[in-house]
């Protein structure tokens, strides 16, 4: 049974591009979360989806920012038009129960 | 609004002396806590959970955790520390609300094991 995977482990954007970043969780598990970890701050929530919904997004960003888990195909954390403070390392994890999370091994977004 | 800290950004212990990393939070209700543990580029890994029943968890790698209700805390514990054991460990929260809710994390205590 794969762990969560996210992709891609690196990407690299300049300023205004668009980063999409992919989950995909373990198998059997409906339950996904986002998760942004800065230096020294470690991890701040973001938005917590179950299929094809969102249930809290209170970690969101106002603008910029938007999640989905669709039916089929992995869960998309998107950035429109990336600055400088969109560096950081996302993290995405799933669950069965909404119990124990299983963590992905991260997507480093760097912004030139 | 639930919360978590970690009053140490640190904790140094020589190799086969105990260590313990501290946690107390805030939650509405009853509480669900967990410890997660983070290796250098790596994801987080599940390490113990405290969801009900005794108030002294056992988890992997040899790592307990005490819940204590009247302290609001939930510190974690290694009777003999090994240099493996450095790394980011995370205290985490969840109050049952009956609904799905997410989970809260501290800042972080990094632990560093030394010969």
């Known amino acids: 049974n794969a762990g969560v995977m996210q992709n891609p482990r690196h990407l690299v954007r300049r300023r205004g591009q668009e980063a999409r970043l992919r989950c995909s969780p373990m198998?059997?598990?409906?339950?996904v979360y986002w998760y942004r970890q800065l230096p020294e701050e470690g991890l701040k929530f973001m938005v917590y989806?179950?299929?094809?919904?969102?249930?809290?997004e209170s970690g969101m960003p106002k603008e910029r920012f938007s999640a989905e888990f669709p039916k089929e195909g992995p869960s998309i954390l998107r950035i429109q038009q990336v600055v400088r403070g969109d560096s950081a390392a996302y993290f995405c994890?799933?669950?069965?129960?909404?119990?124990?999370?299983?963590f992905g091994s991260g997507t480093q977004l760097s912004v030139l | 609004a639930q919360s978590v800290a970690q009053p140490e950004d640190q904790v140094n212990v020589a190799e086969g002396n105990p260590l313990t990393v501290k946690c107390t939070y805030s939650v509405s209700g009853n509480p669900y806590l967990f410890w997660y543990v983070q290796y250098p580029n790596r994801g987080l890994q599940f390490l113990l959970k405290y969801i009900t029943g005794d108030n002294l968890v056992k988890g992997s790698y040899g790592f307990e955790a005490e819940f204590n209700k009247s302290q609001t805390s939930f510190h974690l514990k290694k009777p003999s520390a090994l240099v493996s054991d450095s790394a980011l460990y995370f205290c985490?929260?969840?109050?049952?609300?009956?609904?799905?809710?997410?989970?809260?994390f501290g800042t972080g205590t990094r632990l560093q094991v030394t010969l």
């Open positions: 994890a799933s669950s069965r129960t909404n119990e124990k999370l299983f």
């Open positions: 198998k059997g598990h409906s339950h």
């Open positions: 985490a929260v969840r109050g049952y609300t009956g609904t799905a809710s997410k989970l809260t």
């Open positions: 989806l179950q299929k094809e919904n969102i249930i809290d």
